[in-house]
T-cell receptor
Framework: AQKVTQAQTEISVVEKEDVTLDCVYE???????LFWYKQPPSGELVFLIR??????QNEISGRYSWNFQKSTSCFNFTITASQVVDSAVYFC???????????????FGKGTKLSVKP | KAGVTQTPRYLIKTRGQQVTLSCSPI?????VSWYQQTPGQGLQFLFE???????NKGNFPGRFSGRQFSNSRSEMNVSTLELGDSALYLC????????????FGEGSRLTVL
């Protein structure tokens, strides 16, 4: 069965601190996709990154970086020099290609609520 | 480019009633997916529609149903509402192929009394 675990329920940091959000996934497939989404208080999920299982390169986008370690089934997300605007719930998700190549069926972790205090 | 629009944003129903939620995807997107978000269960996949056909379905009872119209707009219906159906219902649209990104709406918050 597929599963995504985000062990950190809530994290609180002070502005400018670095913070890493952990994500561990389980799947029996060799081809799959991993995602991170951000959910601000307004409710909509905002796409941050998509990574397929064959691309283990780490990625950096501004203050955001992602570390994908297939050997340990981890896809961690780091925010460098956090800001108050980063306060949100962050979700890690897993998708497996199925008939039709649908990306519409995501298995989400329970999310990590990040609070960045000034 | 307009985003994903969900209506209504908030609604209150009583047990036993039914409810219909609407989702207008981003123009040109052919896939619409629905998710239920509750504090206890988190985000759970309900179903996905692509070109008016249900392409994928999550593990929810038959009281939950949906449809998609020729203009890609989608509706989901929940019949015989139960207290446990109180949730934020999120709709997401995408191209429906392997390009991957889902664009979510702000959701419809349903309260069942």
């Amino acid at each position: 069965a597929q599963k995504v675990t985000q062990a950190q329920t809530e994290i609180s940091v002070v502005e400018k601190e670095d913070v890493t959000l952990d994500c561990v996934y389980e799947t029996r497939d060799t081809t799959y996709y991993l995602f991170w989404y951000k959910q601000p208080p307004s409710g909509e999920l905002v796409f941050l990154i998509r990574r397929n299982s064959f691309d283990e390169q780490n990625e950096i986008s501004g203050r955001y970086s992602w570390n994908f370690q297939k050997s340990t089934s981890c896809f961690n997300f780091t925010i460098t020099a956090s800001q108050v605007v980063d306060s949100a719930v962050y979700f890690c998700a897993l998708s497996e290609p199925n008939y039709g190549g649908s990306q519409g069926n995501l298995i989400f972790g329970k999310g990590t609520k990040l609070s960045v205090k000034p | 480019k307009a985003g994903v629009t969900q209506t209504p944003r908030y609604l209150i129903k009583t047990r036993g009633q039914q409810v219909t939620l609407s989702c207008s995807p981003i123009s040109g997107h052919r896939s619409v997916s629905w998710y239920q978000q509750t504090p206890g269960q988190g985000l759970q996949f309900l179903f996905e529609y692509f070109s008016e056909t249900q392409r994928n379905k999550g593990n929810f009872p038959g009281r939950f149903s949906g449809r998609q119209f020729s203009n890609s707009r989608s509706e989901m219906n929940v019949s015989t509402l139960e207290l446990g159906d109180s949730a934020l219902y999120l709709c997401a649209s995408s191209q429906g192929d392997d390009t991957g990104e889902l664009f979510f709406g702000e959701g419809s918050r349903l309260t069942v009394l």
